[in-house]
């Protein structure tokens, strides 16, 4: 199967793909994208280049190796609940490597069903940082690089971070370390600081198109509809594909969201933060993380930028899209965005959900 580098040799990774050379590559690297988005795939393809004889060639052994995450140089950290084995991610390796290798364009929440673990704290454990300790200490099997992946450093739990800190600080020789998050703000300032950042853009809609097409073998029209939805991420569009159903309560409570706003419907409000306020953390950053890609897709629909409406994926739901993007204005979104940001920071540092809701639904209703 070709890289899907080989269908975008525009994309703008290959400068830094060219950098996945022992004298070149940096001993620590933040790599940063989307939720759904490039991070994994463009890592992927930096680690066969680093590894492999001939410079990444797709069919040796260590390629096939690193394609399949099996290489026995390349180590996989990520976060998994308490209760899981052992507690770290060597208890939950083999579910994560085929969770990856049917997505390569991941999102937080697809990763906790897949632990069936919404109900629960899914963190990079202080055991987690003893184990990537030892793996760091282990001699190469092939004498080449060692590579560390760790998956969403932003839920690593405060000791294992410290702990990951002096491994920062203090770098093994032929080590690289690749942190892949999708949310750097809210990474230690200590622990950013101590990498190389790598930002990369969304894949693009035109991209998505043609890959769904391709590699998914979907019907044109749906193609182009979740392209278009998806902001050129394209584990977004997947998202939307694979999981509609598990997607229609958070479209159902974002347009209830928004109609009590336009409304200002306080006993409304009172009534919704009830029903949102029991839901778990994990669904309540999902769902505020899910409401800003449909406040965004909202934005795009103002300014003629997206020809379908928002939620046309959810014809069930009842929300007219276009007659409320009219009543929207750049600086009503701009409140919109800041106020779903703080509420999702919020509910990650444990402030009370009613609470913080209740805030978010006064703060929406001033907007208009
Ligand atoms: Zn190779």
Known sequence: MPEIFDLSPHYPAHDWLATAMPEKVPHAQLIVSAQGGMAWATVQAYVKRLL??????????????????????????????ASAGDGTSESSLAEFRNFLKF???????TWIDALDASQKVVQISVKEAKRMGDLLSLKSHSG????????????????????????????????????????EESVLPTIRSRCQAVYLPPWGAEHVRQWLIQERQIDPNQAKLLSALSGGEPGVALDYLENRERLVPLAENFAEWMRLAFKKDLPGLQNWV???????????????????????????LRHHALKHGTLEWFPDVPFNASGFSKLMSADKVLLMHQTMDDAYVDIGRNVN??????????????AF
């Open 144 to 183: 080449g690089y060692k590579v560390l992946l760790i998956w969403l450093p932003e839920r690593l739990h405060d000791s294992a971070a410290n702990k990951l800190l002096k491994t920062l600080e203090e770098p093994e020789p032929k080590t690289a370390i690749f942190l892949i998050s999708h949310d």
């Open 52 to 81: 492999c004889l001939e410079g990444g060639c797709g069919h040796c052994p260590s390629c096939k190796q690193t394609a399949n995450l099996t290489h026995p140089d390349v180590h996989l950290v990520f976060p998994v609940t």
């Open 274 to 300: 009830d029903t949102i306020g029991a839901w778990s953390r994990e669904q309540q950053r999902d769902f505020l993380h899910f409401s800003g890609s449909l406040l965004s897709q909202l934005e795009r």
């Open 103 to 109: 997505n390569k364009f991941p999102l937080v929440r």
């Open 353 to 366: 959900a009613r609470l913080v809701f209740f805030d978010a639904g006064l703060r929406l209703m001033k």
